[in-house]
């Protein structure tokens, strides 16, 4: 008969054993964030922000009020304002040139803010309702999706006249540039394709087919991926930016939106609105590392690469949200 001390030793052996054996959860290369570290109170509804990682400062477009806000991220406070003549509904910032890009809607106008005096150039009225803006700083080019004429506005950033209209697919939406190929990306959410943009002819060259409702896009210009999220489909498409062929088709969570990558580390943010979460991605192996909670319908995600702070905002708050990414 087996003593109680002798039982409890063996007890304790195959606890051990058991336990080395067990399959073992792959942790992500940081520690999971809190779901907020910090906010950033604002004076309305944000309808957009870009960051300057420079200067480690936020512009803020605001949806009632005609103004932009400078935002210092060390104090997390309101450095100063920019009035417009109407609120701006999107906004993109040229770091090289200090410059400053912005719509609004009624009416559809182009603005050009010089950062250095806050100076305020006479507004190009735009021949379509805008949806959505990107600039390359290289080619001093700035486009414009107008989602219900399926086109794409190029305006040149010497002149700041429009230099020519693309026709791309069924209401593009999200758009986004690879500076070192001068190739542009549309996402052309109802006929759930990507148009590919030579920009040095101003010619869609490929039209890739992805998953349903393409909505967001955002590119690696070193190793030529691109990045889609697919609304409908709840689904990230990986494409190859050499070959025009999806590597890839990532199940994230509910209603995928806005995206940000962070070029030093790869991690790739996307927030799924619906499912009130921020899915974390390694874009190298296309593996998602975790899921965290967000809030109220997240919506826009910017990355600060210096500090790996990620900002977003949640449908309808008058805040900016925080987390820390902290890496191990």
């Known amino acids: 008969m ?20 067990a399959p073992k959860k792959a942790s992500p290369p940081f520690v999971i964030p809190n779901i907020v570290d910090a906010t950033i109170s604002l004076k309305d509804v944000p309808s957009d922000f870009v960051l ?37 509904s999107a906004l993109a910032l040229n770091p090289e040139d200090n410059l400053l890009y912005l719509f609004s809607l009624k009416p559809p106008l182009f603005q050009v803010v010089h950062l250095e005096n806050d100076k ?57 540039v690879n500076t070192q190929t001068n190739q542009i990306y549309v996402a052309n ?20 087919p992805v998953e349903s409702r393409p909505s967001h896009v955002v590119v690696n210009p070193l190793t030529k991926k691109i990045y889609v999220t697919n609304s409908r489909s709840n689904t990230l498409s ?7 062929k999806v590597d ?30 921020i899915s974390v991605i390694n874009s190298l192996l296309n593996r998602i590392l975790t899921t965290f909670p967000a809030g109220r319908d ?20 008058s805040l900016i949200l925080m987390v820390h990414i902290q890496l191990k």
């Open 52 to 88: 300057n990682p420079k200067t480690n400062t936020l512009y803020v477009a605001y949806s009632q009020i005609p103004e932009i806000a400078l935002v210092d991220l060390t104090s997390r406070n309101i450095l100063h304002t920019i009035s417009l003549r109407q609120p701006a």
């Open 298 to 317: 997240p919506l826009k995600l910017v990355i600060n690469p210096e500090t790996n702070d990620l900002y977003f905002t949640n449908k309808g708050q």
């Open 248 to 277: 890839g088709i990532l199940a994230v969570e509910e209603s995928p939106y806005g995206m940000a990558l962070n070029l030093k580390n790869n991690l790739l943010y996307v927030a799924n609105w619906k499912s009130q979460t």
């Open 189 to 208: 959410t109802e006929d759930d394709t990507l148009s590919v943009i030579d920009g040095e002819s101003n010619k869609v060259i490929a039209t890739i």
């Open 2 to 21: 087996i003593s109680k001390t002798l039982f409890f030793v063996l007890l304790k052996i195959v606890l051990v054993v058991c336990q080395a054996c």
């Open 120 to 176: 305020i150039l006479p507004a190009l009225s735009l021949p379509y309702k805008p949806t959505s803006m990107v600039v390359n700083p290289t080619t001093h080019k700035i486009y414009i999706t107008h989602q219900n004429d399926e086109k794409v506005s190029v305006i040149d950033g010497l002149t700041y006249q429009v230099t020519a209209e693309i026709k791309v697919g069924s209401k593009p939406t999200g758009i986004a």
């Open 238 to 244: 990986v494409i190859n930016g050499e070959t025009y």
